[in-house]
Each structure stands twice: as C-alpha cells, then as structure tokens.
C-alpha cells in the first residue's frame, strides 16, 4: 500500500508539471458564451482530485467586459468544468453512489482506489451525475430495429421510498393520523423469457431485463396534452427494447388500474396478465380475515382457492367469495377484484402458451433498482436527490453506463 501510494504521488507530479508546462490555452483572446470577445486576464490555479491524487492546474482565465463572466478553456477541453473531479474520478464516485450510501462510497473510494473524496462531495457529484443521466435518458431514445426476443415482457410497479419532511407536505398516507412518510417511484422494467425450466416453466434470459424508475405521477387526464410524466417513461423504454416490434407482448401488473389505463392507451393489443402470486395473496388475505391467521380451517379454504385459481375455475371463485361477502368486507372486495381482472387471470391458457404469469422480474426489480439502494435505515430523500440515484442505479443496472459516457464525451 505504501508503495502504491508512492507511485501515485510520482505520477500525479509528472502528470501535473506537463499540464502546466502546456500554455497553449493562452490566447489575447477568445470567443465568450455571449457572442463577444473574452481578454486573457491571466493564470488561474485550481485543485482537481484524479485517480492519480490531488493536482494543483494553472489554466488561462479569460474575462468578457461585456457580460461580466469568466471562463478557463482547459477546464472544458479535461472534463472539470464546474468540479474538481476528474473523469475518471467522476465515473468511481457513480459507481458507488449507485451501489451504496454516501458515506460507505467515500470509504471504498479511499480503501480502493486511494481516492479522498469527502461524502457530502460524493453525494453532491453522484445527484449531478445521476441528473446528467436523467437528461440524457429523456433525450437518446434510440428505437431497436427489432424486439430483443419472439415475447416481450413489460412490468409496471411502484414501491415507497422515505422522504424528507419537507417533501411530503398535504400528501395523503397511510399512517393513523393520514399522513405520509414515503413517496411512490414507479418502475418499469423489459425482460424476454425464452428459456426454459425443467417443468417448462419460463426463465428469465440473463442480461435480457432493463429499467427505468423516477417518482413520477402516472396519472393522466383528459384534458391533458401530452401522457403523464411515468407513462412517457415506459414509452421511452418500450422503444428503445423494441417492445412493439414483439410477436408477443405481455404487460404484467399486480392489478392495480393505474397499470392497465396505462397498458391499455400506450400497448393496445398486448396481453394483460396479473401476477398470479398476488392474486393468490389476495385470497389468502380473504382466509385470515374469515378464521384467523393462525386457523387451520383457514389454511384449507385458502389453498382450496388457489388451486381453483391455478385450474382457472373462476367460476368456483367467485361462488366462494360471494358467501363469504355479506360478513367479510375482505372477502367483497377480493370478490370486485377478481371481477375486473378476470381475462387477465386465465392462468391455464397462459401456461398453456408458455407465458410468464408472476411479476417476479418487477418485484426483484423494485427491490435491487430501489430498495437496496433508496430504503436502507435512516435515508430520507428529497425527490430530487432520489430521482437523480434512481436514474444513475438503473442506468448501471440496464448496462448503459458506458453508453452515456461514450456520448458525454463526444459532445
């Protein structure tokens, strides 16, 4: 480690006496932002932390009397304009902003790379970062000539992600008193399926799933010009997997209606499933409610209802829901429910037609994309600090990382 820490600080001298020794930023003169000439009003020095370690830059600092600003060429041509990390630091300063908190991220920079960067910067640099990306996932949206796979599966979901107080003023929640203490990021997510278990059910292909999340509304009115802010985001990321080039396409949900009115107006045509494990849920809620959570009776009528639901006797459902409606409020509701979602529970047909019928792919998703990042003890977000990890995470997780760092450097 010693050594190491020499050859850096060897490297990181060289490094730094040739970038100085290099005046050729000087110039009388150069064209400002605002269309007037900038003087050369001296040298100015500056610290960059890099992967090598800590470099004091002398650039030429130009000043426009017309506007009043000043700016350093070189900052722009090195990658530092508006930081003082490099690149190279930046890209590590992403991946464990990513992956992990602000604190634990500025160790194993230190640890790992011998790179000093203070928490509060990691997580300053990591938000402007996961925003840059953010930008740029509503702006490339490079359509795929053709889907990835013969079925394409889209997932929608949404899960809590604690907040600030400050950011959750008159939101509706469901603590005893109304009030929140969390707001929903919705999740989208693309996978193919065409691999096979040994009782021949689907598998999900490796590499195959993307995502895409913020918190976003995904409500839309009538009157609205354009789709919600969620419901372009799906669209983006349907476009860009090729989703409506699919021989096949299935929309998986856990029967909330938001997810069908979106499914419905965007992917007209694409089979709706329900997530047949929250169907399955739902009864057994409907069981504790009627004998108890503990009661073996209990138990028996709820297993008695999923195997009707595997069979796609509905007709038996609903009979057995309807019974137990006038004394289990529960029991009603599951009933209402099984009526609005009944063409998207025809689970032999599904299976039939080797189609996934569980949003297994949505649920990790909204765990690995957001919970193991955004809902550890004792984070509290800001919308806008969430939606610039969420972005940065699902951009590492999709394997388009390198993608915007190809870009970010070409323009």
């Known amino acids: 480690m010693a050594v190491r820490r020499q050859a850096l600080h060897v490297a ?21 932002a605002c269309g007037q000439a900038a003087r050369f009003a001296g040298r100015r020095a500056k610290r960059v932390t890099t992967a090598l370690g800590t470099l004091t830059l002398t650039r030429a600092y130009y000043h426009c009397a017309a506007c009043g600003q ?23 300063v992403g ?15 230190r ?88 009782d021949g059910t689907p598998v999900r292909d490796p590499g195959s799933v ?12 009538d009157a609205d010009a354009e789709a919600s802010a969620f419901a372009q985001r799906v669209r983006r990321e349907a476009q860009r997997r090729g989703f409506d080039h699919a021989a096949r396409r299935v929309v998986l949900g856990d029967g ?55 069979a796609g006797d509905l007709a038996a459902l609903r009979r057995a829901l309807t019974r137990a409606a006038p004394r289990c409020d529960e029991a009603r509701t599951c009933g209402e429910y099984l009526e609005r979602n009944r063409a998207r529970m025809r689970y032999p047909l599904f299976h039939a037609q080797g189609l ?27 919308v806008g600090g969430a939606n610039a990890i969420l972005a940065l995470r699902c951009c590492r997780l999709s394997g388009r990382f390198e993608d915007f760092w190809e870009r970010r450097a070409m323009a």
Not at 73 to 90: C, E, F, K, N
Not at 113 to 133: C, M, N, Q, S, Y
């Open 12 to 32: 990181a001298r060289a490094l730094e006496q040739r970038l100085n020794a290099d005046t050729s930023d000087q110039e009388r003169a150069r064209p400002c």
């Open 70 to 92: 000043g700016f350093c060429p070189r900052d722009q041509a090195l990658g530092v304009a508006a930081t003082t990390l490099s690149p190279a630091v930046t890209r590590m």
């Open 95 to 109: 991946a464990v902003g990513a992956l992990v908190s602000f604190q634990e991220g500025s160790a194993l920079l």
């Open 111 to 198: 640890e790992l790379a011998g790179v000093t960067v203070d928490p509060k910067h990691v997580e300053r640099a990591a938000e402007a970062l996961g925003r840059a990306i953010a930008v740029d996932e509503r702006g490339v949206v490079e359509a795929a000539p053709a889907a990835d796979a013969p079925t394409l599966y889209l997932g929608l979901d949404g899960t809590g992600i604690p907040m600030r107080a400050s950011e959750l003023s008159g939101g509706a929640g469901k603590q005893p008193d109304g009030s929140a203490k969390t707001r929903e990021a919705k999740l989208c997510t693309v996978w193919s399926a065409e691999g096979r278990a040994p």
């Open 210 to 221: 993307t995502y895409s999340a913020a918190i976003e509304s995904a409500a839309t009115r």
């Open 256 to 310: 909330a209606p938001w997810i069908w009115n979106l499914a419905e107006e965007h992917f007209p045509g694409a089979l709706q499933i329900v997530d047949r494990f929250h169907a399955k849920q739902h009864l057994s809620d409907v069981a504790k409610a009627l004998y108890g959570p503990t009661s073996d009776v209990g138990h028996a009528w709820a297993k008695q209802r999923h195997a009707e639901l595997d």
């Open 356 to 382: 996934c019928t569980s949003t297994g792919v949505v649920e990790a998703g909204c765990k690995v994309a957001i919970g193991t990042r955004l809902k550890r003890a004792g984070m509290h977000w800001t």
